[in-house]
């Protein structure tokens, strides 16, 4: 019990550290999702755009959504936002802050996903092979201008009998992998160089702020947490005496009723009170029917 | 428990060791990362450098700068450096001890990186393809090809299915000749980094040693202190939210019972326990109303001192506040001026 406890005073102390988890359990899981995406592109010139694009954007949209549900502050910060101030004032620097910290989270996995399709240029390869310039590219310089999409749309299956072992093909995929590798790595420095700075510069800007909005944010979620626990000790007891009350109600009913003589003896009292009054096949099966069909009332008083 | 507690106060109490072993993380991701990455050099003359150079750099700043915002010292740093006098004093030498240790443990991954990278030898191979000496390795009596043509065989080198210049020079003797140039390179690097981490432990003991010492240990104690102050808040967070709650369940109950005239039930004394534990709280309809006070009229964060035991109009001596900033304290400071 004890151990229990202490884990749970451990991860109840440190809600953040809890979040920190999760947040790099969905990066991870991201990564791993895409190695086992069988990506397939259509080869079509239609598709193509729409097939890649949408690879590359709507896994990070479900990855962010995925974010905020998992993630407890979400629902802690949803409700202190609507509730009504009552006897309490809302300060709302503690719901930026708690907004802030939800949205980082939750965006370090679809950024995850996206920079690892950019790093490995699939998705790119596929949705702009159809918008090269032909004419950069020797094999298709020659080419009538519907061959030549068609050709290029192509150009993300290595396994088309057209374009197999076409060092054109192989040119523009180059080309393509090229310019999404180095964006990929662009958006990384870019998100590093902007992580860096917030964490380095944040206490130059209303250090005091801050520490209060973390305390209360920290205080709101461990009061809806203690609150959520009292209602359940408090749930328990009530269901405890409620069920007394019924069993001792079916009791004094079942006495009236049977006429049955309290039976006499040493050890007779102490099992009595253990069952209760109800002693035999009858009176148990009119308990359950009556538990089933006439629950007692939430009143205890 | 006892595990977790020691596994708990050993990081706790030595934020370098758990620093050590992030860095060592990321020193194998480097690593990870560079054998995962698919190297795709363009083969074209005016991509080939920025590419290649382009992996051989950019990644290291990135983990370096990583290796920054996954310390969190950098923000105990940052707010020690900004943080008004005050009572305390600043110690430059503090301050510049914690940047070094930070600094020289984000070293590590992008030195791992430029190490894989430069003994691996693809990213120099296809950033200077175009700069190997055609006169001592190559075919110099070949036919005169115009200089951007030259500059274009030249690039195919690293993608050996396209290359075309094999009478120009061999592709086998451009590649070895920049692997083995990248390779020198590598290994003159990882020496010139194990000597210079050889030098600074070994000839920093004597220079200040003592001042040394100082530093290291007060920046231990802020990192420490910093914590300790957050785990006390948790602590008193805790505290002051389960007598809120409390508090709020008596008013409830109070209210009412005022509200409805009841004559306090004499309770037998065996229950006595389990009706205090139920707070008040005997029915469903109570309990919806108090749920729903709890969502609409949130109590203050103002807890106040203990009521007296009813039936008696005289406080009990020496009951305990519940919370030591009520304005009781006001008052004792008025008295203990006077």
């Not at chain 1, 259509?42 to 690879?55: E, K, R, T, V």
């Not at chain 1, 328990?236 to 009350?245: E, Y």
């Not at chain 2, 609409?296 to 039936?311: D, E, Q």
């Amino acid at each position: 019990m004890d151990r229990f406890r202490m884990i749970f005073q451990y991860f109840q102390s440190n809600s953040e550290s809890v979040m920190n988890g999760i947040c790099g359990l969905l990066a991870l899981a991201s990564v791993k999702m895409y190695t086992s995406l069988d990506f397939s592109c259509p080869c079509l010139p239609q598709y193509n755009m729409a097939y890649g694009l949408g690879i590359m954007f709507v896994p990070p949209i479900i990855l962010f959504l995925c974010g905020l549900i998992l993630n407890r502050q979400a629902l802690v910060m949803l409700e202190e936002w609507r509730r009504p101030p009552g006897c309490r004032k809302k300060d709302p620097a503690v719901i930026r802050y708690m907004c802030s910290s939800i949205m980082q989270r939750a965006m370090v996995a679809p950024v995850v996903w996206i920079v690892v399709t950019l790093l490995d240029g699939k998705c790119l390869i596929c949705a702009f092979s159809a918008s090269m310039d032909p004419q950069k590219f020797v094999g298709f310089a020659n080419v009538s201008t519907e061959q030549v999409q068609q050709l290029l749309a192509k150009v993300p299956c290595k396994d088309d009998e057209l374009t197999r072992n076409s060092a054109s093909r192989k040119a523009v995929s180059r080309y393509l992998r090229c310019w999404s590798q180095a964006l990929g790595w662009s958006i990384l420095l870019i998100l590093i160089i902007a992580a860096f700075l917030a964490r380095w510069l944040r206490p130059c800007f209303n250090q005091a702020t801050l520490l209060q909005a973390r305390h209360w944010s920290n205080y709101i979620d461990i009061e809806q947490k203690i609150f959520e626990e009292t209602c359940c000790e408090h749930s328990r007891l009530f269901a405890h005496k409620c069920i007394l009350h019924f069993f001792e109600s079916m009791q004094q009913e079942i006495k009236l009723h049977s006429f049955s003589l309290p039976r006499e003896g040493e050890g007779a009292e102490g099992r009595e009170g253990l069952l209760q009054g109800i002693t035999d096949q009858d009176q148990v099966n009119t308990l359950l029917k009556t538990w089933y069909y006439e629950k007692p009332p939430l009143d205890v008083s | 428990m006892d595990k977790f507690r020691m596994i708990f106060q050993f990081f706790q109490s030595n934020q370098e060791s758990f620093m050590n072993g992030i860095c060592g993380i990321m020193a194998l991701a480097s690593t990870q990362m560079y054998s995962a990455f698919d190297f795709n050099c363009p083969c074209l003359p005016q991509y080939n450098l920025a590419y290649g150079l382009g992996i051989l750099l950019v990644p290291p700043f990135i983990l370096f700068l990583l290796g920054f915002v996954l310390n969190n010292n950098i923000s105990m740093l940052a707010e020690e450096w900004r943080r008004p006098r005050g009572r305390r004093g600043k110690d430059a030498a503090v301050l510049r001890y914690m940047c070094c240790s930070m600094a020289q443990r984000a070293m590590i991954a992008p030195v791992v990186w430029l190490s894989v990278t430069l003994l691996d030898g693809k990213c120099i191979t296809c950033a200077f393809c175009t700069s190997v000496p055609l006169e001592s390795l190559g075919n110099a009596s070949h036919p005169h090809l115009p200089q951007g043509e030259v500059q274009r065989v030249l690039a195919r080198i690293p993608c050996k299915e396209i290359y075309n210049g094999q009478q120009l020079i061999a592709n086998e003797v451009a590649v070895r000749y920049l692997r083995c140039i990248s390779q020198a390179l590598g290994w003159c690097f990882v020496l010139l980094m194990t000597t210079l981490a050889f030098l600074v432990r070994s000839l920093r003991p004597c220079f200040s040693q003592a001042a040394f010492l100082k530093s290291r240990y007060w920046s231990h104690y802020i990192d420490i202190e910093r914590k300790l102050f957050d785990e006390t808040c948790a602590e008193h967070a805790r505290s002051f939210a389960k007598v809120c709650i409390q508090q709020f369940f008596e008013g409830m109950s109070t209210d009412l019972a005022a509200a409805r005239c009841h004559l306090p039930r004499k309770a037998p004394a065996d229950a006595g326990e389990a009706a205090e534990k139920l707070l008040g709280i005997t029915d469903q309809g109570t309990m919806n109303m108090a749920l729903k006070s709890w969502h609409r009229c949130k109590p203050p964060l103002h807890l106040h001192p203990p009521a007296p035991p009813t039936g008696n109009g005289w406080a009990g001596e020496g009951q305990p506040l519940t919370h030591p900033s009520a304005p009781r304290k006001e008052t004792a400071a008025y008295y203990s001026l006077v």
